[in-house]
Protein backbone atom coordinates (compact mmCIF):
# COMPACT_ATOMS: atom_id res chain seq x y z
CA UNK A 1 0.00 0.00 0.00
CA UNK A 2 1.59 3.47 -1.08
CA UNK A 3 1.34 5.74 1.97
CA UNK A 4 2.63 9.45 2.62
CA UNK A 5 2.50 10.74 6.05
CA UNK A 6 3.33 14.46 7.10
CA UNK A 7 4.64 15.12 10.50
CA UNK A 8 5.99 18.35 12.36
CA UNK A 9 3.45 20.95 11.97
CA UNK A 10 2.25 22.82 15.05
CA UNK A 11 2.32 26.51 16.39
CA UNK A 12 4.88 28.57 15.56
CA UNK A 13 5.21 32.20 16.46
CA UNK A 14 5.53 34.81 13.68
CA UNK A 15 8.91 35.48 11.93
CA UNK A 16 9.80 31.62 13.05
CA UNK A 17 10.35 28.35 11.38
CA UNK A 18 8.98 25.47 10.76
CA UNK A 19 10.37 22.32 9.64
CA UNK A 20 7.34 19.36 7.52
CA UNK A 21 8.26 15.64 7.10
CA UNK A 22 6.92 13.31 4.56
CA UNK A 23 7.80 9.74 5.08
CA UNK A 24 6.16 7.22 2.79
CA UNK A 25 5.66 3.43 2.95
CA UNK A 26 5.45 0.97 0.08
CA UNK A 27 7.27 2.65 -2.29
CA UNK A 28 10.68 4.58 -3.23
CA UNK A 29 10.48 8.06 -3.14
CA UNK A 30 13.96 8.45 -4.91
CA UNK A 31 12.16 8.07 -8.36
CA UNK A 32 8.75 10.57 -7.65
CA UNK A 33 8.49 14.21 -7.92
CA UNK A 34 6.97 15.34 -4.66
CA UNK A 35 5.45 18.26 -3.54
CA UNK A 36 4.00 20.32 -1.09
CA UNK A 37 0.50 21.99 -0.82
CA UNK A 38 -1.42 23.73 1.52
CA UNK A 39 -4.86 24.90 2.33
CA UNK A 40 -6.87 27.46 4.88
CA UNK A 41 -10.10 27.69 5.56
CA UNK A 42 -12.38 29.14 2.57
CA UNK A 43 -8.95 28.98 0.75
CA UNK A 44 -8.40 27.10 -2.47
CA UNK A 45 -5.48 24.41 -2.20
CA UNK A 46 -2.66 26.07 -3.16
CA UNK A 47 1.24 24.63 -4.23
CA UNK A 48 3.87 25.56 -2.19
CA UNK A 49 6.71 23.98 -3.45
CA UNK A 50 7.72 21.21 -5.60
CA UNK A 51 11.10 19.31 -6.05
CA UNK A 52 10.99 16.49 -9.38
CA UNK A 53 13.22 12.93 -9.02
CA UNK A 54 16.96 12.80 -10.38
CA UNK A 55 18.30 16.50 -10.55
CA UNK A 56 15.43 17.12 -7.60
CA UNK A 57 15.04 21.19 -9.54
CA UNK A 58 12.32 22.32 -7.73
CA UNK A 59 9.42 25.26 -7.97
CA UNK A 60 8.22 27.46 -5.46
CA UNK A 61 5.18 29.28 -5.32
CA UNK A 62 5.84 33.28 -5.50
CA UNK A 63 4.45 33.88 -1.76
CA UNK A 64 7.10 31.16 -0.36
CA UNK A 65 10.03 32.01 -2.87
CA UNK A 66 13.05 32.56 -0.32
CA UNK A 67 11.34 31.23 2.25
CA UNK A 68 11.16 27.40 1.49
CA UNK A 69 13.42 25.06 0.90
CA UNK A 70 12.86 21.04 0.13
CA UNK A 71 14.96 18.26 0.79
CA UNK A 72 15.38 14.82 0.27
CA UNK A 73 17.12 12.22 2.87
CA UNK A 74 17.06 9.09 0.29
CA UNK A 75 18.08 6.77 3.15
CA UNK A 76 15.24 7.16 5.12
CA UNK A 77 12.79 7.47 2.25
CA UNK A 78 11.71 10.96 3.05
CA UNK A 79 11.34 14.37 2.09
CA UNK A 80 11.41 17.78 4.14
CA UNK A 81 9.79 21.11 3.80
CA UNK A 82 11.89 23.77 5.60
CA UNK A 83 9.85 27.40 5.94
CA UNK A 84 11.04 30.31 7.44
CA UNK A 85 9.93 33.83 7.78
CA UNK A 86 6.22 32.88 9.07
CA UNK A 87 3.22 34.53 9.07
CA UNK A 88 -0.12 34.41 10.06
CA UNK A 89 -0.99 33.89 6.38
CA UNK A 90 0.80 30.97 6.09
CA UNK A 91 -1.75 29.18 8.60
CA UNK A 92 -2.73 25.72 6.68
CA UNK A 93 -2.78 21.92 6.82
CA UNK A 94 -0.05 21.35 4.45
CA UNK A 95 -0.23 18.37 2.60
CA UNK A 96 2.68 16.14 0.85
CA UNK A 97 2.16 14.18 -2.56
CA UNK A 98 4.12 12.70 -5.12
CA UNK A 99 4.17 12.30 -8.85
CA UNK A 100 4.63 9.32 -10.33
CA UNK A 101 5.85 10.99 -14.05
CA UNK A 102 9.08 12.74 -11.80
CA UNK A 103 8.51 16.08 -12.81
CA UNK A 104 6.19 18.88 -11.09
CA UNK A 105 4.61 20.28 -14.50
CA UNK A 106 1.19 18.64 -13.54
CA UNK A 107 0.60 20.69 -10.48
CA UNK A 108 -1.88 18.80 -7.51
CA UNK A 109 -3.86 17.45 -10.59
CA UNK A 110 -0.66 15.04 -11.58
CA UNK A 111 -0.07 13.96 -8.23
CA UNK A 112 -1.03 10.13 -7.66
CA UNK A 113 -0.83 9.56 -3.88
CA UNK A 114 -1.39 12.23 -1.13
CA UNK A 115 -0.98 12.26 2.67
CA UNK A 116 -3.71 13.41 5.14
CA UNK A 117 -1.33 16.56 5.98
CA UNK A 118 -0.53 18.38 9.42
CA UNK A 119 -1.30 21.57 10.89
CA UNK A 120 0.70 24.52 11.04
CA UNK A 121 -0.73 27.42 13.05
CA UNK A 122 1.40 30.81 12.84
CA UNK A 123 0.32 32.91 16.02
CA UNK A 124 1.58 35.12 18.59
Known amino acids: QLRLVESGGGLVQPGGSLTLSCAAS????????VGWFRQSPGKEREEVSC????????IDADSMKGRVTVSRDYAKNMVYLQMNSLSPGDTAVYYC?????????????????WGKGTLVTVSS
Open 97 to 113: AVDAAGHCYGGADGMDV
Open 26 to 33: GFALDYYA
Open 51 to 58: ISSGSGSG
